[in-house]
């Protein structure tokens, strides 16, 4: 099962910030926090992740919280493109495992 | 540079026959994990190869298998296909050294049960 719990939809106005949430009580002190995202039809895009400091790249920013149980997906300044489900996962850093295991993630629906 | 590519993107097959999906890491990737995505649900492990082993299994039966070639590319076998195997196949690739670093996907291969 997913360590994870998601809001199963959210809307956002083009131009504006979107905010995804995500829960993540149980996670361990060396899992990561990783965000993806797929688009209608498409393949699974890495977005980001951290370990407990926050991230910034050039799709978005990722804030965790001191206590590790929770973090925000930002996306600045969305467009229709950014349209997706988004899935936050969390995984751990040792023996090269590939297992990331996905809810059933956040449904952003950006509106013009 | 390409990403993952795989194939065949569609396909449709009929209850008990067998299926091979293939799949083309990133370049400079040598590990292969595949993914099953039923329809409205999120993807789910099925198992991992690197140095043409499977390293890793998810809770899948054995009718799935797969296999890894010295080039890095892999295939995922299913035989005697049932209706609930239809779905979204993803192949991911990445350095396994670099051991947090992020799964690259490829588009997918959409297999169709009849």
């Known amino acids: 099962d997913a360590k994870t719990t998601q809001p199963p939809s959210m809307d956002c106005a083009e131009g504006r910030a979107a905010n995804l949430p995500c829960n993540h009580s149980?996670?361990?002190?060396?899992?990561?926090v990783y965000w993806y995202r797929q688009i209608h039809s498409q393949g699974p895009q890495y977005i980001i992740h951290?370990?407990?400091n926050n991230e910034t790249n050039e799709m978005a920013s990722l804030i965790i919280t001191e206590d590790r149980k929770s973090s925000t997906l930002i996306l600045p300044h969305a467009t229709l493109r950014d349209t997706a489900v988004y899935y936050c996962?969390?995984?751990?850093?040792?023996?090269?495992?590939?297992?990331?295991?996905f809810g059933k993630g956040t449904k952003l629906t950006v509106n013009p | 540079d390409a990403g993952v590519t795989q194939s065949p993107t569609h396909l449709i097959k009929t209850r008990g026959q067998q299926v091979t999906l293939r799949c083309s890491p990133k370049?400079?990737?040598?590990?292969v994990s595949w993914y099953q995505q039923a329809l409205g649900q999120g993807p789910q492990f099925i198992f991992q190869?690197?140095?043409?082993?499977?390293?890793q299994r998810g809770n899948f039966p054995d009718r799935f298998s797969g296999h890894q070639f010295p080039n890095y590319s892999s295939e995922l076998n299913v035989n005697a296909l049932l209706l609930g195997d239809s779905a979204l196949y993803l192949c991911?690739?990445?350095?396994?050294?670099?051991?947090?670093?992020?799964?690259?996907f490829g588009e997918g291969s959409r297999l169709t049960v009849l």
């Open positions: 149980t996670i361990s002190g060396n899992e990561y």
């Open positions: 996962i969390v995984r751990g850093s040792q023996g090269g495992s590939e297992k990331l295991v």
């Open positions: 190869y690197y140095e043409e082993e499977e390293r």
């Open positions: 370049s400079g990737h040598d590990t």
């Open positions: 951290g370990l407990k």
């Open positions: 991911a690739s990445r350095y396994r050294l670099r051991g947090t670093g992020e799964l690259f």
